[in-house]
């Protein structure tokens, strides 16, 4: 395989994982380091990388905290969603909760 399929192939990668939000069960598992980005296992505390105190936060809660997400099965969801794609429950009053707290 050449090293322009593989760029190729890593960037659809990307553009999926991106597409799809990893997924709440891949996230619980990964934390990202706030000072090179780097991924490592939720369980680690120091990041790979470059050594660094790694944060508390789940990649996952980071997301979650930053985007809507279902309340009762946690499902992120667009903001622009009114019901969890998952489990039909109603989000339109937690958008409205984080419209309230205002935005970044
Ligand atoms: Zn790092
Ligand atoms: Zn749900």
Same mark, same amino acid.
């Given at each position: 395989m050449?090293?322009?399929r593989l760029e190729h192939l890593d960037r659809v990668r990307q553009e999926s994982m991106d597409?799809?939000?990893?997924?709440?069960?891949?996230?619980? $598992?990964? +934390?990202? #380091?706030?000072?090179?980005g780097a991924m490592s296992p939720s369980c680690e505390w120091f990041c790979r990388q470059c050594g660094k105190r790694l944060p508390r936060d789940t990649l996952f809660?980071?997301?979650?905290? $930053?985007? +809507?997400? #279902?309340p009762t099965c946690e499902t992120v969801v667009a903001a622009s969603y009114?019901?969890?794609?998952?489990?039909?429950?109603?989000?339109e009053r937690l958008g409205e909760a984080l419209a309230e707290g205002g935005e970044e």
């Open positions: 050449t090293a322009e597409f799809y939000g990893f997924g709440p069960r891949a996230m619980r $598992r990964l +934390k990202v #380091c706030a000072h090179c809660q980071l997301y979650k905290s $930053r985007h +809507k997400s #279902c009114h019901y969890c794609p998952q489990c039909g429950t109603v989000l």
